[in-house]
């Protein structure tokens, strides 16, 4: 049964700094990664999706990567804004052949940016 | 396009009650997600469908939770009766295929 976990599970840092969120899987045979963003009282946003094949993606100041061999994911974002506060969940899916389209979601890493 | 549009934003009821969840998806998408989000157990899948079709329902907890699509821009979520541990955030989700979706702002339930 495929379980995600993300460490830590609430960081807190001065605006401007680079930091690294993780996410890992337990089961390899994933179709692809995302990670999401949560605003309190709002759905989710996807922030950036890595397919089984790719190593990572980025997009502005967020570069995701994918090990999926040790099954791990991280999430970097650099110059932190008061605007990044929020909760981060990451999430794989199950692979096509198995048609389950199943996301498997982590606790999430809640973070808090300070002026 | 407005995404996805679910209602209510908010419900607080009475242990005992019916509660109906709506969701509109995303025009043109296939696949349409319920999924339930608590602080114990983080967001889980309840339930998908594909082309009005439930595909996988394996994640519903229990009998008195039910969910409808009777055409590609309308789905419910019943509970019925509702229970104070049923009290969590549900989102509904679309998407063109199972791998990226698009949720909803969530619906807001209180049992109280």
């Known amino acids: 049964k495929q379980e995600v976990t993300q460490i830590p599970a609430a960081l807190s840092v001065p605006e401007g700094e680079n930091l690294v969120l993780n996410c890992s899987f337990t089961?390899?045979?994933?179709?692809?990664l995302q990670w999401f963003r949560q605003d309190p009282g709002k759905g989710l946003t996807s922030l950036l999706l890595i397919q089984s094949s790719q190593r990572e993606q980025t997009s502005g100041r967020l570069n995701a990567s994918l090990d999926k061999s040790s099954g791990r994911s991280t999430l970097y974002i650099a110059a932190s804004q008061p605007g990044d506060s929020a909760t981060y969940l990451c999430?794989?899916?199950?692979?096509?052949?198995?048609?389950?389209?199943?996301?498997?979601f982590g606790q999430g890493t809640t973070l808090q940016v300070k002026p | 396009d407005a995404g996805v549009i679910q209602s209510p934003r908010h419900e607080v009821t009475e242990m005992g009650q019916e509660v109906t969840l709506r969701c509109k998806p995303i025009s043109g998408h296939d696949y349409l997600f319920w999924y339930r989000q608590t602080m114990m157990r983080g967001l889980e899948l309840l339930i998908y469908?594909?082309?009005?079709?439930?595909?996988?329902d394996s994640g519903m907890p229990e009998d008195r939770f039910s969910a409808k699509m009777p055409n590609a821009s309308f789905s419910t979520l019943k509970i019925q009766p509702s229970e104070p541990r049923d009290s969590a955030v549900y989102f509904c989700?679309?998407?063109?295929?199972?791998?990226?979706?698009?949720f909803g702002e969530g619906s807001w339930l209180t049992v109280v």
């Open positions: 089961d390899s045979a994933i179709y692809n």
């Open positions: 999430a794989v899916s199950q692979p096509v052949s198995s048609n389950t389209g199943k996301l498997i």
């Open positions: 989700a679309s998407s063109f295929d199972p791998h990226t979706i698009y």
């Open positions: 469908f594909n082309n009005n079709v439930p595909i996988d």
